[in-house]
């Protein structure tokens, strides 16, 4: 058996949030083939439903490793831990820069408004979240953001052995767990499935996709891509709106 995994933003979706006609007619043949499917994404489930039906996929690697889903079951969960998310929000705080918190279900806002955060969540086509500045005490949380800008994230790169730091937005980082990458949720889920890495495909084109490429017995770029990413992938394909995954998957012989 075969597995194919799809980042979202960039791989599934164009800069328009939406999936392209040839994309859409991949997956299904993937599905036809008998080749399972399944998405690898920094969202966080509630944020990805809509595709998930439209693609008609049941299993998922969220937050970029920190939760699994197979076929409609949870496998496995990694929240971040509660004390040093106590001690980054007081730090963030006292620096100005708002924060984020996510579980499976929702997110919220450490303020009630910040063009930053609001920046971000428009180009996922989400709202600003509503403020709830202990969220993160009442729920387990599987990945925070922090909202600052590229120069101002070094405040944060010491003294949190437990976070890992990923930046996905001009003026916002992914806070994770050390270690914590998609590749790792992958594996979770492959174990599921009794098949090895080398049976494992994956198409991406962020800066949180290279674990996943360099694991995946084969690691496909988009052409939109970063150079980054381009320098670790086993192909690199069209853009996402030139039928990138439909030539990249015909060019892999999937399909």
Not at 130 to 153: G, P, W
């Amino acid at each position: 058996m075969k597995i194919v995994f799809f980042d979202i933003d960039g791989t599934l979706l164009n800069k328009e949030n939406v999936i392209p006609d040839s994309t859409k007619k991949a997956v299904k043949q993937l599905q036809e083939n008998g080749i399972y499917v399944a998405i690898a994404t920094g969202r966080a489930p509630f944020m990805f439903k809509h595709i998930r039906e439209q693609l008609d996929i049941e299993s998922f690697v969220s937050f970029n490793g920190q939760y699994v889903v197979f076929e409609g079951n949870v496998i496995y969960k990694n929240p971040l831990n509660k004390v040093q998310l106590r001690q980054l929000e007081k730090h963030t705080h006292k620096n100005g820069h708002p924060m984020v918190y996510l579980n499976e279900e929702t997110m919220k806002s450490s303020v009630s408004h910040h063009p930053y955060i609001q920046e971000s969540m428009d180009s996922l086509d989400f709202p600003h979240p509503e403020e709830d500045a202990i969220f993160y005490e009442k729920k387990e949380i599987y990945q925070a953001l922090v909202f600052c800008k590229h120069e101002d994230e070094n405040l944060y790169l010491d003294g949190y052995d437990d976070f890992g730091f990923v930046r996905w937005h001009r003026v916002s980082t992914d806070v994770v767990p050390t270690g914590g990458t998609k590749a790792e949720g992958i594996k979770e889920m492959i174990k599921r499935l009794n098949i090895s890495m080398e049976d494992v495909y994956a198409f991406g084109d962020g800066l949180n996709d290279i674990e996943m490429l360099e694991a995946s017995g084969v690691g496909v770029a988009m052409g939109n891509a970063f150079p980054e990413v381009k320098k670790v992938a086993n192909m690199v394909t069209e853009h996402v709106d030139e039928d990138g995954i439909w030539k990249g998957l015909r060019r892999l012989e999937l399909i």
